[in-house]
Structure formats: structure tokens, C-alpha cells
């Protein structure tokens, strides 16, 4: 059975909840990193509403989503300059617009994908990023993600891990050269739960 992303999506209007907290947690790490026109990816982006009320005008940003109502909320929500599209963000083809990012977020990611997917999609990410370039990531519950970023050459600016929820959130920034965009690349596929 494929999980039911909309309905996932609720729980952001619940006051207090997890996601409501996990939101204001990214959106607070997010904001600074907008301080001015950026380039900026989002995988699997939901309805976009960590990015998309931060923007600043003139950002370039692609939000992939495969779930067509919450990319067509998020399309609804996007002003100029960005593009959601509608479809698979497990490989480095949708990127290609606007590689190398300076921004880039993977929420809701690491959590629904295999270790080894989490391994070869961080190992992968210094291709779609501009030198200092900046993922902000999220993953319930304790794994080895931090471990994954420092090996593939990225340094923790922060770590939010909340004692009384299972959420965590990552701020890493690419602190050597970048790798060349490669086209056609795979970096994960969900698992069906
Ligand atoms: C846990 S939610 C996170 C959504 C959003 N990033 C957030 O944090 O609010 C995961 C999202 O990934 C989407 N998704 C699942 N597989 C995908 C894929 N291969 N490509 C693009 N989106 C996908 C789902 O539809 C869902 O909206």
C-alpha cells in the first residue's frame, strides 16, 4: 500500500504537533540562508510550505513532488521564478535547471528511503551544489546521517534533536569543491509503507 501524503500533510495544522515544530524548526534554519535571491532545490517538496513563503524575489527554486495535489498546491503557493514539478525527485534529472543550488532541502526524505539510497543520495549531493552550498535535511528518529554528511565532505552547522519528539532536523554545509552535475543519475526511491 502507498501512503497517503495528503493526509500525512494534516498534521502541519495541528497546533503543538511534531510537524508543526518540525516546521518552525526548518523555516528557522531556512531563513537566514534566504537572506537574498538564491538558487534552491526541494526534494520531495510536500506543499512547499517550508520554502516557499521565505523566498526572496528574484530566487531561482525547483521543487519536485510526486503527489499531483500537493504539487498543485504548491505551484498555487509559488510566485515567479519557481518551477514544481510534478514527478520523481529520486534522480539528479529535474535538478538540472538549477544546478548548482545554493540551497537545498530533504525533508521528509531519509526516513522513507533504503540506507543505501540515504548513502548514495548524500554521496551525490555535492553535485547538485555551489560551492558552501547548504542542506537542510530531516529524519525521524536516531540514525547515521550526520555520519553520512561528514564522510562526503560536508560540516554540521546545526542539529536540532528535541527530547520529547522523534523528529530531527540538519543543517549541513558543502565544505569542499563541489562535483560536476551528472545527468540521469538515480539517488533513491521511496519504500512503500
Ligand atoms: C514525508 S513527506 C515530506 C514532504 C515535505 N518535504 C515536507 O517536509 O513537508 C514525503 C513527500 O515525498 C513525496 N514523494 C514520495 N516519493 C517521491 C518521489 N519519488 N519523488 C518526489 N516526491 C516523492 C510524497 O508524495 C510526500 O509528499
Known amino acids: 500500500m502507498t501512503r497517503d501524503w495528503l493526509r500525512w500533510h494534516d498534521e502541519y495544522e495541528v497546533p503543538g504537533s511534531s510537524l508543526a515544530r518540525r516546521l518552525e524548526v526548518v523555516r528557522g534554519h531556512l531563513r537566514p540562508l534566504l537572506d537574498r535571491p538564491r538558487r534552491v532545490i526541494s526534494m520531495c517538496a510536500g506543499d512547499g510550505r517550508d520554502v516557499l513563503p521565505l523566498l526572496p524575489d528574484g530566487s531561482r527554486a525547483v521543487l519536485v513532488e510526486a503527489d499531483p495535489v500537493?504539487?498543485?498546491?504548491?505551484?498555487?503557493?509559488?510566485?515567479d521564478g519557481v518551477t514544481v514539478l510534478t514527478g520523481d525527485a529520486g534522480t539528479t534529472d529535474p535538478y538540472a535547471a538549477v544546478a548548482p543550488a545554493e540551497v537545498l532541502l530533504a525533508c521528509g526524505v531519509f526516513g522513507n528511503i533504503p540506507y543505501e539510497d540515504t548513502r548514495r543520495t548524500i554521496a551525490s549531493l555535492p553535485s547538485l551544489l555551489a560551492p558552501g552550498g547548504t542542506v537542510i535535511w530531516t529524519r525521524a528518529g536516531d540514525s547515521d546521517v550526520r555520519e553520512l554528511f561528514g564522510l562526503n565532505g560536508f560540516d554540521e552547522l546545526a542539529f536540532v534533536a528535541p527530547a520529547d519528539a522523534r523528529f530531527r532536523v540538519g543543517v549541513h554545509r558543502l565544505s569542499r569543491e563541489p562535483d560536476p552535475y551528472a545527468s540521469g543519475v538515480r539517488l533513491f526511491r521511496f519504500v512503500d509503507v
Not at 500537493?70 to 510566485?79: E, H, K, N, S
Request: glycine letters at 10%; hydrophobic letters at 50%.
Open 70 to 79: 500537493l504539487a498543485q498546491r504548491a505551484r498555487d503557493a509559488a510566485g
